[in-house]
Protein backbone atom coordinates (compact mmCIF):
# COMPACT_ATOMS: atom_id res chain seq x y z
CA UNK A 1 0.00 0.00 0.00
CA UNK A 2 0.94 4.02 -0.58
CA UNK A 3 1.85 6.37 1.74
CA UNK A 4 2.48 9.41 1.58
CA UNK A 5 3.82 11.73 4.54
CA UNK A 6 4.36 15.32 4.44
CA UNK A 7 6.30 17.36 6.61
CA UNK A 8 8.23 20.84 6.98
CA UNK A 9 5.22 23.02 7.86
CA UNK A 10 4.75 25.15 10.55
CA UNK A 11 4.32 29.58 10.95
CA UNK A 12 6.53 31.85 9.49
CA UNK A 13 6.59 35.65 8.60
CA UNK A 14 5.48 36.94 5.23
CA UNK A 15 8.24 37.24 2.62
CA UNK A 16 10.11 34.13 4.50
CA UNK A 17 10.85 30.73 3.43
CA UNK A 18 9.70 27.15 4.02
CA UNK A 19 10.91 23.73 2.23
CA UNK A 20 8.41 21.08 2.69
CA UNK A 21 8.96 17.46 2.42
CA UNK A 22 6.83 14.10 0.80
CA UNK A 23 7.93 11.35 1.58
CA UNK A 24 6.80 8.00 0.20
CA UNK A 25 6.68 4.37 0.98
CA UNK A 26 5.12 1.22 -1.02
CA UNK A 27 5.86 3.35 -3.97
CA UNK A 28 9.17 4.51 -5.79
CA UNK A 29 8.31 8.00 -6.75
CA UNK A 30 10.50 8.45 -9.66
CA UNK A 31 7.85 5.74 -11.54
CA UNK A 32 5.20 8.42 -11.18
CA UNK A 33 4.34 12.27 -11.38
CA UNK A 34 4.10 14.05 -8.23
CA UNK A 35 1.86 17.24 -7.37
CA UNK A 36 1.78 19.48 -4.52
CA UNK A 37 -2.17 20.51 -3.33
CA UNK A 38 -2.88 22.78 -0.90
CA UNK A 39 -6.55 23.83 1.06
CA UNK A 40 -7.61 26.09 2.89
CA UNK A 41 -10.89 26.01 4.59
CA UNK A 42 -14.25 26.49 2.40
CA UNK A 43 -11.90 26.93 -0.10
CA UNK A 44 -11.15 23.77 -2.83
CA UNK A 45 -8.32 21.64 -2.93
CA UNK A 46 -5.93 22.89 -5.22
CA UNK A 47 -3.14 22.45 -7.42
CA UNK A 48 0.42 24.14 -6.56
CA UNK A 49 3.14 22.07 -8.36
CA UNK A 50 3.88 19.40 -10.02
CA UNK A 51 6.61 17.30 -11.42
CA UNK A 52 6.50 14.75 -14.14
CA UNK A 53 9.65 13.13 -13.24
CA UNK A 54 13.02 13.10 -12.00
CA UNK A 55 14.94 15.69 -14.20
CA UNK A 56 11.58 16.22 -16.18
CA UNK A 57 8.91 18.95 -16.47
CA UNK A 58 7.42 20.84 -13.69
CA UNK A 59 4.32 22.93 -13.53
CA UNK A 60 3.31 25.36 -10.90
CA UNK A 61 0.29 27.62 -10.80
CA UNK A 62 0.29 31.14 -11.99
CA UNK A 63 0.28 32.21 -8.16
CA UNK A 64 3.01 30.76 -7.13
CA UNK A 65 5.64 31.23 -9.91
CA UNK A 66 8.80 32.24 -9.58
CA UNK A 67 8.27 31.69 -5.94
CA UNK A 68 7.65 28.02 -5.31
CA UNK A 69 10.61 25.35 -6.99
CA UNK A 70 9.30 21.02 -6.89
CA UNK A 71 12.23 18.82 -6.90
CA UNK A 72 12.52 15.36 -6.56
CA UNK A 73 15.71 14.01 -3.73
CA UNK A 74 18.48 11.53 -4.85
CA UNK A 75 16.95 8.87 -2.72
CA UNK A 76 14.20 8.15 -5.06
CA UNK A 77 11.47 8.69 -2.47
CA UNK A 78 10.94 11.97 -1.63
CA UNK A 79 9.98 15.33 -3.27
CA UNK A 80 10.06 18.52 -1.99
CA UNK A 81 8.81 21.81 -2.37
CA UNK A 82 10.56 24.76 -1.63
CA UNK A 83 8.49 27.83 -0.73
CA UNK A 84 10.31 30.96 -0.88
CA UNK A 85 8.75 34.94 -0.61
CA UNK A 86 5.90 33.42 1.21
CA UNK A 87 2.19 35.49 1.45
CA UNK A 88 -0.07 35.15 4.00
CA UNK A 89 -2.58 33.69 1.30
CA UNK A 90 -0.21 30.86 0.89
CA UNK A 91 -1.28 29.69 4.43
CA UNK A 92 -2.82 26.29 3.71
CA UNK A 93 -3.17 22.49 4.14
CA UNK A 94 -0.73 21.37 1.60
CA UNK A 95 -0.65 17.92 0.68
CA UNK A 96 1.18 15.83 -1.73
CA UNK A 97 -0.35 13.36 -4.95
CA UNK A 98 0.72 10.48 -6.61
CA UNK A 99 -0.04 10.45 -10.25
CA UNK A 100 -1.79 13.64 -10.21
CA UNK A 101 -0.46 16.80 -11.79
CA UNK A 102 -2.86 20.14 -11.55
CA UNK A 103 -2.47 23.67 -11.53
CA UNK A 104 -6.14 24.43 -11.01
CA UNK A 105 -8.68 22.88 -8.28
CA UNK A 106 -8.96 19.28 -8.16
CA UNK A 107 -12.48 17.42 -8.91
CA UNK A 108 -13.87 15.17 -6.13
CA UNK A 109 -13.08 12.04 -8.85
CA UNK A 110 -9.41 13.25 -8.35
CA UNK A 111 -9.53 13.34 -4.75
CA UNK A 112 -10.92 9.74 -4.49
CA UNK A 113 -8.69 8.48 -7.23
CA UNK A 114 -5.70 9.64 -5.88
CA UNK A 115 -3.13 8.68 -3.09
CA UNK A 116 -2.56 11.54 -0.63
CA UNK A 117 -0.48 12.50 2.39
CA UNK A 118 -2.24 13.88 5.84
CA UNK A 119 -1.08 17.13 5.07
CA UNK A 120 1.46 19.43 6.89
CA UNK A 121 0.52 23.47 7.87
CA UNK A 122 1.44 26.48 6.58
CA UNK A 123 0.82 29.52 8.04
CA UNK A 124 2.20 32.45 6.45
CA UNK A 125 1.89 35.65 9.76
CA UNK A 126 3.04 38.56 11.14
Known amino acids: QVQLVESGGGLVQPGGSLRLSCAAS????????VGWFRQVPGKEREGVACSTGRDGATYYANSVKGRFTVSRGEDKNTVYLQMNSLKPEDTALYYC???????????????????WGQGTQVTVSS
Open 26 to 33: GITLDYYA
Open 97 to 115: AVDLCSTGSVTKLQIDSTS
